[in-house]
């Protein structure tokens, strides 16, 4: 059953947006440091049920900005720390799970990206070079390693990275919102924020004035007045099969759990479930017009059929496994794909997001740094490049919805290019410059 709405207007000293892994963990860490703050926690549908319910459930440490172009931006002892941050953060949150006795299904396999043409393997020996380089432990494996691992079709290598647990999201998720609760913060479900402003947070049932508002609404934060053109909403959809036979995994692989991918541009990703199913989701759904969200939008069947084809691709003996569950939903992204957290000290207004897909260690981080922020401490955290970041605005529509989808169907061209010929695309370069990366 839902919590109860917001029954009228409330005081409380930290008012939170969104009852997402951000805004929770941000409870969590301030109620930890002090257990007497006043938190109260609005949330449109119920805790979880955007990006941090839904998701493919990597808990990883990637970052949607690259080692190489933070080091660019913000110098390379700052790329190197926020990245020394993420790995913290992985292990930050299989540390929380096990003290609090959450039940997520947590297993720490690492992650396995596939090279299976030319361009693949050369992107494979780069992002080996910068992990190696920002203190990461990616490998480069051989066809023969890669296959021990994840026996796809077409490998001729991989990077391999142990910074990365397979989750239940659901699971994590809903059981971090009733610890909150059992300690004292209060969420208002079926309480959809109409406007954030200084102090207060307005939504139809009431007003909850507050010393600090914290907007936590990632995929959703256009739905709040003046922020339609802050964080664009972008579809990922995901499969799951039925519980696969122990001689079908024996084949496949992910014996350790270990999530993977493979390094094409349009992204897919995929784990071995605790209870035996492949689980396997991409991009490729649009953009919609004005940055419309829908439930509709959740279900796309030609993007289910593309995703179970490509499915099939890689692992011929899944064409005849049933596909049991279909889902999606939106994910944020910043204009230039650069995820932030921050705190406007005038008016008590504090963010995180754009994490890009990559949130569900990303938002630990972001809550651990909002509850500094918030109780005025100058820590490690503080001090890392994305604190305080503003990305620009996105183009007005419909310069927005043109862009947006030119780059999908760009991005898609460049992979059967690359698969046709091994090379590199320029077409994926001109278009990462474009919008941004």
Known sequence: MPRAPLA??????????????????????LQAAEPAL????????????????????????????GAATLAREAGRDAAFAQYAAMRESLDEVIRVAAAERIEADITRGGTVVLARNGAQLRRARDEVAESSEFGGDALLLDAAAAQERLAATGVLGASYTSHCAAVQPAKLVRSLAA????????????????????????TARGTVRAHHVLRATEGYTAALAG??????????????????????????GLRRRE???????????????????????GRGAPYHYGSRISPSYDRVP?????????????FPALRDARITHRWGGPLGIARDWHASVGLDSATGVGWAGGYVGDGVSTTNLAGRTLADLVLGRDTELTRLPWVGHRSRRWEPEPLRWLGANAGLRAMTWADAAERRRGRPSRLASLTRAMIGQ
């Open 227 to 252: 922020e339609r053109r802050s964080i664009a909403p972008v579809y990922s959809l995901i499969i799951a099969t039925e519980p696969l036979p122990d001689a079908i995994w024996d084949g496949i």
């Open 179 to 202: 610890t909150v609760a059992g300690r004292g913060a209060t969420i208002y479900e079926r309480t959809a924020a109409r406007e954030i402003e200084p102090h207060a947070v307005r």
């Open 38 to 65: 006043r938190i109260a926690i609005v949330e449109r549908e119920i805790a979880g049920f955007g990006a941090s319910g839904r998701n493919g459930g990597w808990c990883s440490a990637l970052f949607p900005v």
């Open 259 to 281: 999530t993977f991918s493979d390094h094409r541009h349009l992204i897919v990703y995929g784990q071995r479930s605790a209870d035996g199913r492949m689980v396997f989701g």
């Open 302 to 314: 030609a993007v289910f059929a593309a995703l179970q084809a490509e499915l099939v691709d890689l």
């Open 8 to 29: 009228g207007d409330v005081e409380v000293d930290v008012a939170i947006v969104g009852a997402g892994f951000t805004g929770l963990w941000a409870a969590y860490y």
